[in-house]
């Protein structure tokens, strides 16, 4: 979840929550709290929320992170 934190070395200090990247036991899936600026994924802006596979390139306002699943 991408909220007034730091996440992976990262600042990251969103007005409220921003995202959140829900595991559904068979995949991951990202959902778009009504940020400001939206959310893109591989280049692509959500509507609402958007099913996420490994290598995704997931931007949030001036960040941009690359989804790596682990098997671990």
């Given amino acids: 979840m ?23 036991g068979t995949g991951f899936v990202i959902t778009d709290q009504r940020s400001a600026n939206g959310i893109e994924i591989n280049r692509r802006r ?8 490994d290598g995704d390139h997931i931007r949030i306002g001036d960040y941009e992170f690359t989804l790596e699943i682990s098997s671990t």
């Fill in 2 to 24: 991408a909220s007034k934190s730091t996440d992976a070395g990262l600042p990251i200090a969103p007005t409220s929550t921003t995202a959140t990247i829900s595991d559904t």
């Fill in 46 to 53: 959500i509507a609402n929320s958007a099913n996420l596979d």
